[in-house]
Antibody, heavy 118, light 108 residues
Framework: EVQLVQSGAEVKKPGESLKISCKGSGYSFTSYWIGWVRQMPGKGLEWMGIIYPGDSDTRYSPSFQGQVTISADKSISTAYLQWSSLKASDTAMYYC???????????WGQGTMVTVSS | QSALTQPASVSGSPGQSITISCTGTSSDVGSYNLVSWYQQHPGKAPKLMIYEGSKRPSGVSNRFSGSKSGNTASLTISGLQAEDEADYYCCSYAGSVVFGGGTKLTVL
């Protein structure tokens, strides 16, 4: 079964760092781009960026450039999203998704809820 | 890139058809046939329903169809069913990815 499994929910304080993960299985992980999408509570989907695990080519949405870092370890079929200094406004559900075609994300992780609160 | 424009809500009765619009610009929706549509039920991850404007992934009901005219893409759901009640998001690719604001579909 093709699937993406994300790491569990996190509760952090402002200023802390965080790295969440997305592990792919059931397909060639290095052959598909993996994107990250933010969904703030009660709000819509926002595209954050994308990585090609085959060569770690990474692209960011201008809105998230410099705010997060996307990486991947192809040896363990895992993509990552990390923050160096969290803010309360980073509180959201974060999804990873496999890109089947430009703009078409066909497999989604279950989401990782990140809560940042003092 | 600015978010694509969708109506906040639409509604329809079981068995009816509804259409959700998604308006972009000549730089995104209008330039490429790369609009996709996602369905999201509360507390669930989004699900791809339409890609490349009008293609359906395997397993998606043929009650769902996509089209485009100029800078506006549309998702039509025919034979509305209770389980279609969800949020729907359009997405366009034009070198980068941009989502619409989402439309809440209510089945009356």
């Amino acid at each position: 079964e093709v699937q993406l499994v994300q790491s569990g929910a996190e509760v952090k304080k402002p200023g802390e760092s965080l790295k969440i993960s997305c592990k792919g299985s059931g397909y060639s992980f290095t052959s598909y781009w993996i994107g990250w999408v933010r969904q703030m509570p009660g709000k819509g989907l926002e595209w954050m960026g994308i990585i090609y695990p085959g060569d770690s080519d990474t692209r960011y949405s201008p809105s998230f450039q410099g705010q997060v870092t996307i990486s991947a370890d192809k040896s363990i079929s895992t993509a990552y999203l990390q923050w160096s200094s969290l803010k309360a406004s980073d509180t959201a559900m974060y999804y990873c998704a496999r890109r089947e075609a430009p703009g078409a994300f066909d497999i989604w992780g279950q989401g990782t809820m990140v809560t940042v609160s003092s | 890139q600015s978010a694509l424009t969708q109506p906040a809500s639409v509604s329809g009765s079981p068995g009816q058809s509804i259409t959700i619009s998604c308006t972009g610009t000549s730089s995104d929706v209008g330039s490429y046939n790369l609009v996709s549509w996602y369905q999201q039920h509360p507390g669930k991850a989004p699900k791809l329903m339409i890609y490349e404007g009008s293609k359906r992934p395997s397993g998606v009901s043929n009650r769902f169809s996509g089209s485009k005219s100029g800078n506006t893409a549309s998702l039509t759901i025919s034979g509305l069913q209770a389980e279609d009640e969800a949020d729907y998001y359009c997405c366009s690719y034009a070198g980068s990815v941009v989502f619409g604001g989402g439309t809440k579909l209510t089945v009356l």
